[in-house]
C-alpha cells in the first residue's frame, strides 16, 4: 500500500481508503474463487494495483471517459483505474463466469458505481468507447478484430481515443505483425522495481482505418 502512495501522494483520502480496502478484499475472495496466483497475492499492490496503474502514469483521462477492460479477469486493470478516476466509466468484460463473480462483489463492496462488470464475449458488444485497455489477454493481432467498430469517433482526451495494453516481453515483434502506428511507454521509468524492467504500456491510436 505505501507503495500507492509513494507514487500518487495527490489520492483524496476517500481514494486511499479503497486502495487499502482491496488487499484484504481479493485474499477473502481469492480464498473462495482463485483468480489471482497464491504466490502473486504476497506482491498484490505492486504486481496488479501498481502495474495497472501505470496506465494512469501515461494518461489522465478526463470526466466522462467510456473504457472497456477486455477480459479483466479479477478486474485488473478496471479496477484500481476506476478507483484512480471516479469520474470516468468502466465496462469490465470476462467471458468467465467466476472471475466477473469477484468483480462485481469488489465494486459493491467499495461502493465503485462507476464500475459496470459483465460476462460476455467482448465480439458481441455493440457499444461504443472512448478507449479500450487490457492486461496479457492476447496477441494483438488476435485482438484486431473484437475491437473493430467499438470506438467513439470524437476526441476529448489528451490522447485520441485508442487501445492501452499492458504487455510485457519483445513488443516490438508482436505489434508488428500489423500496419499500426503505436507508442510504447517503459513503466520502469515510473516505477522502481525489478518486476517493471520488461513492462510497457503500449498505445495504439485508432484512426479509423481498421
Not at 65 to 88: N, Q, R, S, V, Y
Not at 140 to 159: A, C, I, Q, T, Y
Request: charged share 30%; glycine share 6%.
Amino acid at each position: 500500500m505505501e507503495l500507492i502512495k509513494n507514487y500518487f501522494p495527490e489520492l483524496t483520502e476517500a481514494q486511499l481508503e479503497k486502495f487499502e480496502r482491496l488487499g484484504p478484499l481479493y485474499e477473502e475472495w481469492n480464498e473462495k474463487i482463485n483468480v489471482i496466483s497464491r504466490k502473486d497475492m504476497e506482491h498484490f499492490y505492486e504486481r496488479h494495483v501498481l502495474h495497472s496503474l501505470a496506465i494512469a502514469k501515461v494518461m489522465k483521462f478526463e470526466p466522462g471517459t467510456k473504457i472497456l477492460d477486455i477480459g479483466t479477469g479479477g478486474g485488473f486493470p478496471g479496477i484500481p483505474l476506476a478507483i484512480m478516476f471516479p469520474d470516468c466509466h468502466f465496462h469490465l468484460v470476462d467471458s468467465i463466469g467466476k472471475k466477473i463473480t469477484v468483480v462485481k462483489e469488489v465494486a459493491r463492496a467499495l461502493k465503485l458505481s462507476n464500475v459496470e462488470a459483465q460476462q460476455v464475449r467482448v465480439e458481441t458488444l455493440v457499444r461504443k468507447y472512448d478507449f479500450i485497455m487490457s492486461r496479457a489477454v492476447t496477441r494483438f493481432s488476435n485482438m484486431l478484430p473484437w475491437v473493430k467498430g467499438k470506438f467513439r469517433k470524437e476526441d476529448f482526451n489528451e490522447f485520441p481515443n485508442g487501445l492501452f495494453l499492458l504487455k510485457g516481453g519483445d513488443v516490438d515483434e508482436e505489434m508488428e505483425e500489423r500496419e499500426v502506428s503505436y507508442v510504447t511507454y517503459h513503466i520502469d521509468d515510473y516505477f522502481k522495481s525489478e518486476f517493471f524492467e520488461t513492462k510497457k504500456v503500449v498505445f495504439v491510436p485508432w484512426e479509423g482505418k481498421r
